[in-house]
């Protein structure tokens, strides 16, 4: 594939040749609206004693998902994908070629990483707040009413992120040749 734009719906479905891209295109698409499950599922993670290297390693673990998705290795010319949440909200993906020794980039725009950074800067201040009240033989009612709040705050951060990628929906990915169904 030399090129490929779409608008990107709830079903998408891609037929055509062997080896056209079309699991490429599919794989890429999948890895972007997923980003948004993968920043819920760190900041459900998250530590709170060094919040620089907590934002640093959320956007290095981005990196690690996508060299899944990708196989540089069998990869023959350097390669660029964007995809485009909306017109200012745009992460980029970049396969350089050094020489033939393949250096991956990925980049969201700065306003949309600023944006990033702050919902782990909101998530790392409410389970930093949360975590300093709670102590050991603390009494049922405190406990429940602690988790209570851990799981609201978690709830509000998760509106957030579905706000910021202005999606609520959580992707599958079906590979080629596959089926939901079972026989």
Same mark, same amino acid.
């Given at each position: ?39 819920? #599922?760190? @900041?459900?993670? =998250? ?11 959320? *956007?290095?673990? +981005? ?61 790392? #201040?409410? @389970?930093?707040? =949360? ?11 405190? *406990?429940?009413? +602690? ?37």
């Amino acid at each position: 594939v030399e090129h490929f734009e779409a608008d990107v719906h709830d079903v998408m479905l891609f037929i055509g040749p062997q080896a056209s891209g079309k699991s490429t295109i599919s794989k890429a698409i999948y890895f972007f609206k997923s980003i948004k499950n993968e920043l819920m #599922q760190f @900041i459900y993670e =998250i530590e709170t004693e060094n919040f620089e290297a907590e934002t640093r390693r959320f *956007f290095e673990r +981005l990196y690690d998902r996508l060299s899944e998705y990708f196989d540089y290795f069998s990869a023959t010319r350097p390669f660029k994908i964007e995809y485009y949440y909306s017109p200012k909200k745009v992460v980029a993906f970049e396969l350089l070629d050094k020489y033939r020794d393949w250096k991956g980039n990925i980049e969201f725009n700065h306003n949309f990483q600023q944006e990033i950074t702050n919902i782990l800067a909101q998530a790392r #201040q409410a @389970i930093k707040s =949360i975590a300093s009240r709670q102590k050991a033989n603390l009494p049922l009612n405190e *406990f429940l009413q +602690l988790e209570a709040e851990k799981r609201s705050s978690l709830k509000i951060i998760e509106r957030y992120i579905c706000e910021l990628f202005e999606d609520d929906t959580t992707p599958v990915f079906i590979p080629a040749g596959r089926s939901l169904l079972a026989t």
